[in-house]
């Protein structure tokens, strides 16, 4: 089975859409990638995932050996400026979309985002005036491709900022990394918004995912509970979403039964909404 990167069908609506909603040109400044607030990134996503609708098999065990390079190669070409890997490493591991940035928006809360890297999300949520501080102790990135001041701050800030929600995506590189687990440790405060993948949302080989360590997601747990759930648009090889979680109060006993209360939202479930 040979796969094909465009169909006819594919085909016509990729030129089309590239031409009128993804100019790639856009990527060589920053000025011009923040494109006055509008989500470049989803187009882009949009326009890749068009271009190539088998992307996503590039792990499939029953494509044969040079298929799975081909798509291997596709998503991490790092001479493509435009390839999958290439985009993430310019705006975010994740792909916003509009509901996800309403859901965040519709809570009417400060954040503060630890780990923020070139802080994309943070830029398109400051856009719709949503009040976000940002802060990052890695130096890899320069100035020159951050989309707003991200401060020097690493997870001892956070100390200063419990009555924001804290914003953490992917923040860890592997199960070496302590960053979201100093984050939880310095975070007083109730609400915590995750991006990424976590237990046994994942394709990697990893069942706690690429995105935050076991030792994370077991504190979390302990301490938190999931309210809202949103999938995200996922490049190939990934399993993201946006969920919201609520810091427990104490306990208390129900007829015999423990229980803690957290306040229920209007919707827990949310399907991927990529528009």
């Known amino acids: 089975m040979k796969i094909k990167f465009f169909s006819p069908a594919f ?5 089309i859409n590239m031409a009128e909603n993804a100019d790639f040109s856009k990527l060589d400044s920053i000025a011009s990638r923040k494109s006055g607030g509008e989500n470049l990134y989803l187009r882009f996503y949009q326009a890749k995932m068009a271009q190539n ?8 065990p029953s494509l044969d050996e040079k298929e799975r390079e081909a798509l291997t190669r596709w998503n991490r070409d790092r001479d493509d400026r435009t390839s999958p890997l290439n985009l993430q490493l310019l705006f ?19 954040l503060v985002s630890v780990g923020a890297g070139v802080g994309y999300w ?20 320069p100035e020159g491709l951050r989309y707003i ?23 860890d590189a592997d199960e070496s990394s302590t960053l979201s687990t100093d984050c939880l440790n310095h975070y007083k405060g109730d ?15 990893n069942p706690w995912g690429q995105s935050t360590s076991r030792e994370f997601q077991l504190n979390l747990g302990e ?27 104490a306990a208390v006993d129900c007829d015999g039964a423990m229980f803690h209360y957290v306040h229920p939202p209007q919707k827990r479930y949310w399907p991927e909404c990529s528009a």
């Open 11 to 15: 085909s016509v609506f990729f030129h």
């Open 122 to 141: 943070e830029f398109l949520l400051q856009q719709t005036g949503c009040d976000v501080l940002a802060f990052d102790s890695n130096e890899l990135y």
């Open 223 to 249: 301490h938190f509970r999931c309210v809202t759930r949103m999938q995200l648009p996922n490049w190939p090889g990934h399993m993201d979403t946006l969920t919201l979680w609520r810091r427990l109060p």
């Open 92 to 110: 975010a591991f994740s792909v916003p979309s509009r509901q996800a940035l309403d859901l965040i928006v519709g809570l009417k809360r400060p």
């Open 53 to 60: 609708p088998s992307a996503h098999r590039f792990s499939d």
């Open 149 to 171: 001041d991200v401060k020097k701050g690493g997870p001892e800030v956070l100390v200063s900022h419990g009555e924001r929600v804290l914003f953490l995506a992917w923040p």
């Open 191 to 205: 609400a915590i918004i995750h991006v990424g993948e976590l237990f046994g949302e994942t394709l990697s080989s």
